[in-house]
């Protein structure tokens, strides 16, 4: 399976700032997807990045607040916008290839804002 | 509306039992299911998957077993090992258009193997 490098792997911000993770993949795949797991919440998904035009937001999640880029196949970023004590969670990127395989997450960004 | 459930927050379990962990869905759409397994500090990682089509799936300790007309799935892990301790979400396929299938996360189950 690929291998998802995530970046920072965990940060402490202060709030109203602006932060970009990035996610890098060892091969191109198909599909990347942004989850968010809140403390003692399920993954939930952010966005579908799609590479060469804006991001599919799911429900509750907005452009201005998640910035996403996908430049290529290899490589995407979301930024945490504005950054509320709420937004403490873990970011998570995930990747699938094709619809016959599963998805496969980095190791996460934990952030906390204070 | 949370539409897969697990509603065991936690199991222990002694070495060399069985792990029976649970899952229940409510969204008839789903097709496909999947168990990851997830340590701290470490992102999810793929365990084993079973499509609506199937009622069993086994890859040597694991098995999952699904029930339809229940909307019930369970992972059976036998026997189960100290290694095995961490938490286990399980999750839901369905189409969501343009060739694309979404993921539905249930809250995970931690699973504690005592030696």
């Known amino acids: 399976s690929a291998v998802i490098s995530q970046k920072p792997s965990r940060d402490i911000c202060q709030r109203g700032t602006s932060l970009t993770i990035q996610c890098q993949v060892d091969?191109?795949?198909?599909?990347m997807f942004w989850y968010r797991q809140q403390p003692g919440q399920s993954l939930t998904l952010i966005a579908t990045a799609n590479q060469g035009s804006e991001a599919t937001y799911e429900s509750g999640f907005v452009i201005d607040k998640f910035p996403i880029s996908r430049p290529n196949l290899t490589f995407s970023t979301l930024t945490v916008s504005n950054m509320s004590p709420e937004d403490s969670s873990i970011y998570l990127c995930s990747v699938r290839d094709n619809i016959n395989q599963p998805q496969h997450f980095g190791d996460g960004t934990r952030l906390s804002i204070l | 509306d949370q539409q897969v459930k697990q509603n065991s927050p936690s199991l222990s379990v002694q070495e060399g039992r069985i792990s029976i962990l649970n899952c229940d869905y409510t969204?008839?759409?789903?097709?496909?299911f999947l168990w990851y397994k997830k340590y701290p500090a470490e992102g999810p990682t793929f365990l084993i998957s079973i499509s609506s089509i199937k009622d069993k799936n086994e890859d040597g300790r694991f098995t999952v077993f699904l029930n339809k007309s229940a909307k019930h799935l369970s992972l059976h892990i036998v026997p189960s090992q100290p290694g095995d301790s961490a938490v286990y979400f399980c999750a839901a396929s369905q189409y969501s258009g343009a060739g694309s299938y979404q993921l539905t996360f249930g809250k995970g189950t931690k699973l504690s193997v005592i030696p």
């Open positions: 969204n008839s759409m789903f097709d496909y």
């Open positions: 091969s191109q795949v198909t599909m």
